[in-house]
C-alpha cells in the first residue's frame, strides 16, 4: 500500500491506515478510513456519507448520476518531519477536505483550516459533518482499561460490555441531550500501553463525539470526534478551524489514573488558550474572589409558586428574612461562621415566579426594610451574603414580558420550556437580556448593599436564535453572550457561580452548586447513562481545581463529607425554615447538627477549604476498593478510606493529611459521626 507520508513515530497510508509509535514503543493506529464525510445530496435530496478512502461508490442515488458513484481517496500534499499534508478528495461530488497532521511534544494535533474545505457544486452537494480518526486508539472488548467520556463530573467506561452501542453527543450538550451533561471537549481511551487522551481543540462548539462499546465485528471500544460544518442542510457553512489534540502518556506515568492525565492536559489547554484562570491570578482584579472560595456555601429557600400554566399558582414562603436571620444566628452560635450565604427566591412571588420583574422585595417576605436589616447584620457579622437569581427566562405573568425578547427558533415560533413557578417558560434571547436585564437589577442589588457574590441558576444547553431582531446565528455566538453576563456580574459584585458545570463558562465563573458526581434517575435512564456509564469519576475536579469551587450537595450523609474530600469537591447545602417538599429541601433544625460537623471538617477544626482550595490536583491513584491517594501541586497527600475495612495503618470511613506545608494532619475517627 502506498505511503503517503512515513516517520519514525508518524505514518499515514493511502489506504487510511494512520499509526503514531510514542517515544517508549508503544502504538496507537487505525486502518482506516481516516475520515467519513456526512454530505447533502440535493439531486435527491437526502443525507448520505462516504468514507476517505473508500474502494466503491457508497451513496444512494439514480444511475448515471454522480451520487451513485461517489468516491474518496487520499492524496499528498507535503510531508517535512513534524508535519503531514493531505488532501481528502471527493472528485465526483466536487469536494475537497485539506488537512495537516503535526506532531508536538506529547503526540500530534490533527487540522483542518477554515480555508481547507473545498465545494465547488454545494447547489448540489452540501458538507454537513467530517468524522476524524475513527477508531484510533481503540481497544477491543476483554482488554484491561476504560474510555474516559466528559459526562456529569467524568464518566468511566470498561470494556467489558456484549452489546454493541453508539451514542453520538453533541459537545456542550445540545438541548435535546441536556441530560447527558456532556461538560467538556474532552475524552481519553485507557489500555495497558498507556492513556489516549483527545481534545477539541477548535470547532468545540459544533462538534460531537461518537462513543461506542463492543462496536460491530471487531468488537472495538472508541470515542473519536465528528466535526459539524451544517447542523441542517439548509444553513451557512459553520466558519473556523477545526482541531483535534491528541497527547498519550505511558501506563506508568506520574499522574496514576489515566483519566488525571486527561483531566490535567485539559486543564493546560483551558488554562493556556481559553482564560481559565487560578485563584491568585483571579484575586489580582478580584480580591473578593478569595473570600468567597473559603466560605462555606449556604442557601436559604424564601419562597416559591405551585407551578400552574397561567403562573398563578398558590405562593408558598418557607423562610422570612426575620427567620432566615435566625438561622444565621444559629449558625454562628454553633461555631459556623465563615459563610457564603444566597438567598434563594427574595424577589416578588418567590423562586422563578415573575421573572424577569424581581423588584420589589416581596412584602411576604419582610419586604425592601427587612431584607437590608438583614444585609446589615451579615455584614456585622462576617458573613457574605448574596442572592441566587435566573437571566434567562421570562414569564408571561410579569409586566416587564415581551414576546420580541423572546429565541425564535426555526419557524419563528417563541421558544418555550417547562411549566414553572412563574406559568410556561420563555427563553429570552442573551443578547437581549444581559443588557435589558442583567445590567438592570445586578447594580440595583448592590446599591441595596449585597457585594462579594452572586449566584446564576442553571445555564446549560444552548441554541441558536433566529429573531430578526436579535439573531445569534451560531452555538458560540449564544455562548458568547452569556460570558458576557458571568464577566459583568463579576466586575458587579466580585465573584459568580451557577448551578451546574458548563465547559463555554469554565473561565468565567467561580463555583458550582452541583457538578453531578452522582447522576440522577433521569441523566442514568439516557443512552450515556444506560450502556456508558459504568461509574463516575472526579474529572471536573481535576480540570478545575485550583481555579474553581466544585460544589456537591448533600446525599448520604454519614458517607459524603469522606467523598466530597476524596474528589476534591467542597460541600454545599440548601435549607429553608419550613421543608419545602415541593424542591425537597429540608428545614434548617433537621439538618443542623449535620451541617456543624462538616462545617468543621472544612472549614473549622480542619480547615480543609483553606488548606486544599488554592491548590490543583497532580496525581491520583485507586490504591483499593474505596480508598485512593490524591496528590496537589505542593506536594500535599490526602488519603481517603471510604471502605468498611481498615487499609494498612488507615481506619475505615477515615483520612490522612500528609501535607508539607503545615504538620501531618491526621484522622482516625470517623469523618462524620
Not at 118 to 125: A, I, K, M, S, T
Not at 138 to 163: H, I, M, R
Not at 364 to 371: D, I, K, N
Not at 529 to 558: M, W
Given at each position: 500500500m502506498a505511503?503517503?507520508?512515513?516517520?519514525p513515530d508518524?505514518?499515514?497510508?493511502?489506504?487510511?491506515?494512520?499509526?503514531?509509535?510514542?517515544?517508549t514503543?508503544?502504538?496507537?493506529?487505525t486502518?482506516?478510513p481516516?475520515?467519513?464525510?456526512?454530505?447533502?445530496d440535493?439531486?435527491?435530496?437526502?443525507a448520505?456519507?462516504?468514507?476517505?478512502p473508500?474502494?466503491d461508490?457508497?451513496?444512494?442515488?439514480?444511475a448515471?448520476?454522480?451520487?451513485?458513484?461517489a468516491?474518496?481517496?487520499?492524496?499528498?500534499?507535503s510531508?517535512?518531519t513534524?508535519?503531514?499534508r493531505?488532501?481528502?478528495?471527493?472528485?465526483?461530488i466536487?469536494?475537497?477536505?485539506?488537512?495537516e497532521?503535526?506532531?508536538n511534544?506529547s503526540?500530534?494535533?490533527?487540522?483542518?483550516?477554515?480555508?481547507?474545505?473545498?465545494?465547488?457544486?454545494?447547489?448540489?452537494?452540501r458538507?454537513l459533518r467530517?468524522?476524524?480518526?475513527p477508531e484510533?486508539g481503540?481497544?477491543?472488548?476483554?482488554?484491561?482499561g476504560?474510555?474516559?467520556?466528559?459526562?456529569?463530573s467524568?464518566?468511566?467506561?470498561?470494556?467489558?460490555?456484549?452489546y454493541p452501542?453508539e451514542?453520538?453527543?453533541?459537545?456542550?450538550?445540545?438541548?435535546?441531550?441536556?441530560?447527558?451533561?456532556?461538560?467538556?471537549?474532552?475524552?481519553?481511551?485507557?489500555?495497558?500501553?498507556?492513556?489516549?487522551?483527545?481534545?477539541?481543540?477548535?470547532?468545540?462548539?459544533?462538534?460531537?463525539?461518537?462513543?461506542r462499546v463492543?462496536?460491530?465485528q471487531?468488537?472495538?471500544?472508541s470515542?473519536?470526534?465528528?466535526?459539524?460544518y451544517r447542523?441542517?442542510?439548509?444553513?451557512d457553512?459553520i466558519?473556523?478551524?477545526?482541531?483535534i489534540?491528541y497527547s498519550?502518556?505511558?501506563?506508568?506515568?506520574?499522574?496514576?489514573?489515566?483519566?488525571?492525565?486527561?483531566?490535567?492536559s485539559?486543564?493546560?489547554?483551558l488554562r493556556?488558550?481559553r482564560g481559565?484562570?487560578?485563584?491568585?491570578?483571579k484575586?489580582?482584579?478580584?480580591?473578593?474572589?478569595?473570600?468567597y472560595?473559603?466560605?462555606?456555601?449556604?442557601?436559604?429557600f424564601?419562597?416559591?409558586?405551585?407551578p400552574?400554566?397561567?403562573?398563578?399558582?398558590r405562593?408558598?414562603?418557607?423562610c422570612?428574612?426575620?427567620?432566615a436571620?435566625?438561622?444565621?444566628?444559629?449558625?454562628?452560635?454553633?461555631g459556623?461562621r465563615?459563610?457564603?450565604?444566597?438567598?434563594?427566591?427574595?424577589?416578588?412571588?418567590?423562586h422563578d415566579?415573575?421573572?424577569p420583574?424581581?423588584?420589589?422585595?416581596?412584602e411576604r417576605?419582610?419586604?425592601?426594610?427587612a431584607?437590608?436589616?438583614?444585609?446589615a447584620?451579615c455584614?456585622?457579622?462576617?458573613i457574605?451574603?448574596?442572592v441566587?437569581?435566573s437571566?434567562?427566562?421570562s414569564?408571561?405573568c410579569?409586566?416587564?414580558?415581551?414576546?420580541?425578547?423572546?429565541?425564535?427558533n426555526?419557524?419563528?415560533?417563541?421558544w418555550?420550556?417547562?411549566?414553572?413557578?412563574?406559568?410556561?417558560v420563555?427563553?429570552?434571547?442573551?443578547s437581549?437580556?444581559?443588557?435589558?436585564?442583567?445590567?438592570?437589577d445586578?447594580?440595583?442589588?448592590?446599591h441595596?448593599?449585597?457585594?462579594?457574590h452572586?449566584?446564576?441558576?442553571a445555564i446549560?444547553?444552548?441554541?441558536t436564535?433566529?429573531?430578526?431582531?436579535h439573531?445569534?446565528?451560531?452555538?458560540?455566538?449564544?455562548?458568547?453572550?452569556?460570558r458576557?453576563?458571568f464577566?459583568?456580574?463579576?466586575?458587579?459584585?466580585?465573584?459568580?457561580?451557577?448551578e451546574?458545570?458548563?465547559?463555554?463558562?469554565?473561565?468565567a465563573?467561580?463555583g458550582?452548586?452541583?457538578?453531578?458526581?452522582?447522576?440522577?434517575?433521569?441523566?442514568r435512564?439516557?443512552?450515556v447513562g444506560?450502556?456508558f456509564?459504568d461509574?463516575t469519576?472526579?474529572?471536573l475536579?481535576i480540570?478545575?481545581?485550583g481555579?474553581?469551587?466544585?460544589?456537591?450537595?448533600?446525599?448520604?450523609?454519614?458517607?459524603?463529607?469522606?467523598?466530597w474530600?476524596?474528589?476534591?469537591?467542597?460541600?454545599?447545602?440548601?435549607?429553608c425554615?419550613t421543608?419545602?417538599?415541593?424542591?425537597?429541601?429540608?428545614?434548617?433544625?433537621?439538618?443542623?447538627?449535620?451541617?456543624?460537623?462538616?462545617?468543621?471538617?472544612y472549614?473549622?477544626?480542619?480547615n480543609?477549604?483553606a488548606?486544599?482550595g488554592?491548590?490543583?490536583?497532580?496525581g491520583?491513584w485507586?490504591?483499593?476498593?474505596?480508598?485512593s491517594c490524591t496528590?496537589?501541586?505542593?506536594?500535599?497527600?490526602v488519603?481517603?478510606?471510604?471502605?468498611d475495612?481498615?487499609?494498612?495503618d488507615?481506619?475505615?470511613?477515615?483520612?490522612?493529611v500528609?501535607?508539607?506545608a503545615?504538620?501531618?494532619?491526621e484522622?482516625s475517627e470517623?469523618?462524620?459521626?
Amino acid at each position: 500500500m502506498a505511503e503517503i507520508a512515513s516517520h519514525p513515530d508518524l505514518s499515514l497510508e493511502t489506504s487510511g491506515h494512520f499509526r503514531f509509535t510514542t517515544p517508549t514503543g508503544a502504538v496507537w493506529a487505525t486502518n482506516g478510513p481516516l475520515l467519513i464525510l456526512h454530505y447533502y445530496d440535493r439531486q435527491h435530496p437526502r443525507a448520505q456519507l462516504v468514507a476517505a478512502p473508500s474502494g466503491d461508490g457508497q451513496a444512494f442515488g439514480t444511475a448515471g448520476t454522480p451520487s451513485l458513484s461517489a468516491q474518496g481517496f487520499l492524496r499528498n500534499v507535503s510531508a517535512s518531519t513534524d508535519v503531514i499534508r493531505a488532501r481528502a478528495d471527493f472528485p465526483n461530488i466536487q469536494i475537497a477536505i485539506d488537512f495537516e497532521i503535526r506532531r508536538n511534544k506529547s503526540g500530534f494535533i490533527f487540522r483542518i483550516a477554515d480555508d481547507g474545505v473545498v465545494e465547488n457544486q454545494p447547489g448540489l452537494y452540501r458538507i454537513l459533518r467530517v468524522e476524524v480518526l475513527p477508531e484510533f486508539g481503540a481497544a477491543v472488548t476483554g482488554e484491561k482499561g476504560y474510555l474516559t467520556l466528559p459526562n456529569w463530573s467524568g464518566c468511566q467506561t470498561f470494556y467489558d460490555k456484549s452489546y454493541p452501542r453508539e451514542v453520538r453527543q453533541t459537545i456542550y450538550s445540545s438541548n435535546d441531550q441536556w441530560e447527558y451533561n456532556c461538560n467538556m471537549g474532552l475524552f481519553g481511551i485507557t489500555r495497558a500501553q498507556g492513556t489516549l487522551c483527545g481534545i477539541v481543540a477548535a470547532g468545540d462548539y459544533d462538534a460531537e463525539l461518537i462513543c461506542r462499546v463492543h462496536w460491530e465485528q471487531a468488537r472495538t471500544n472508541s470515542i473519536h470526534p465528528c466535526f459539524v460544518y451544517r447542523w441542517q442542510q439548509e444553513d451557512d457553512r459553520i466558519p473556523g478551524p477545526r482541531e483535534i489534540r491528541y497527547s498519550i502518556t505511558p501506563s506508568d506515568s506520574a499522574e496514576g489514573e489515566g483519566y488525571v492525565f486527561c483531566g490535567m492536559s485539559y486543564r493546560e489547554f483551558l488554562r493556556q488558550e481559553r482564560g481559565l484562570l487560578s485563584w491568585k491570578e483571579k484575586a489580582e482584579t478580584r480580591p473578593v474572589v478569595l473570600d468567597y472560595r473559603d466560605r462555606f456555601f449556604l442557601k436559604i429557600f424564601m419562597a416559591y409558586k405551585e407551578p400552574q400554566a397561567d403562573g398563578r399558582g398558590r405562593y408558598h414562603a418557607t423562610c422570612t428574612f426575620a427567620e432566615a436571620r435566625m438561622i444565621l444566628e444559629d449558625c454562628v452560635r454553633r461555631g459556623m461562621r465563615h459563610l457564603a450565604v444566597m438567598l434563594v427566591g427574595w424577589g416578588i412571588d418567590g423562586h422563578d415566579g415573575m421573572p424577569p420583574t424581581r423588584f420589589p422585595v416581596d412584602e411576604r417576605l419582610g419586604g425592601e426594610a427587612a431584607f437590608r436589616k438583614l444585609i446589615a447584620w451579615c455584614a456585622e457579622n462576617d458573613i457574605l451574603l448574596g442572592v441566587h437569581d435566573s437571566y434567562g427566562e421570562s414569564y408571561e405573568c410579569s409586566p416587564d414580558f415581551d414576546p420580541a425578547d423572546v429565541i425564535r427558533n426555526r419557524t419563528g415560533e417563541l421558544w418555550q420550556g417547562v411549566i414553572w413557578s412563574g406559568g410556561q417558560v420563555h427563553k429570552t434571547c442573551p443578547s437581549v437580556f444581559v443588557e435589558k436585564h442583567t445590567k438592570r437589577d445586578v447594580p440595583r442589588l448592590r446599591h441595596l448593599g449585597i457585594y462579594g457574590h452572586h449566584h446564576i441558576d442553571a445555564i446549560g444547553s444552548f441554541m441558536t436564535c433566529y429573531s430578526e431582531d436579535h439573531p445569534l446565528p451560531h452555538r458560540a455566538d449564544f455562548a458568547g453572550e452569556v460570558r458576557r453576563m458571568f464577566h459583568f456580574i463579576q466586575s458587579e459584585m466580585g465573584s459568580v457561580s451557577t448551578e451546574m458545570p458548563f465547559g463555554p463558562y469554565f473561565e468565567a465563573v467561580d463555583g458550582y452548586f452541583h457538578s453531578y458526581s452522582h447522576p440522577g434517575p433521569w441523566h442514568r435512564a439516557s443512552v450515556v447513562g444506560q450502556y456508558f456509564l459504568d461509574r463516575t469519576i472526579p474529572l471536573l475536579s481535576i480540570v478545575l481545581h485550583g481555579s474553581i469551587n466544585c460544589g456537591e450537595g448533600a446525599g448520604s450523609l454519614k458517607t459524603d463529607p469522606l467523598f466530597w474530600l476524596d474528589w476534591g469537591m467542597v460541600p454545599t447545602w440548601e435549607v429553608c425554615m419550613t421543608p419545602s417538599e415541593s424542591f425537597g429541601i429540608p428545614s434548617y433544625q433537621s439538618v443542623a447538627a449535620d451541617l456543624s460537623a462538616i462545617y468543621a471538617q472544612y472549614f473549622g477544626r480542619d480547615n480543609l477549604a483553606a488548606l486544599l482550595g488554592p491548590l490543583t490536583i497532580e496525581g491520583r491513584w485507586e490504591l483499593s476498593e474505596g480508598v485512593s491517594c490524591t496528590r496537589y501541586s505542593d506536594g500535599t497527600e490526602v488519603l481517603v478510606n471510604r471502605s468498611d475495612f481498615a487499609w494498612q495503618d488507615l481506619p475505615p470511613q477515615s483520612y490522612r493529611v500528609n501535607s508539607l506545608a503545615t504538620a501531618r494532619r491526621e484522622s482516625s475517627e470517623p469523618a462524620f459521626a
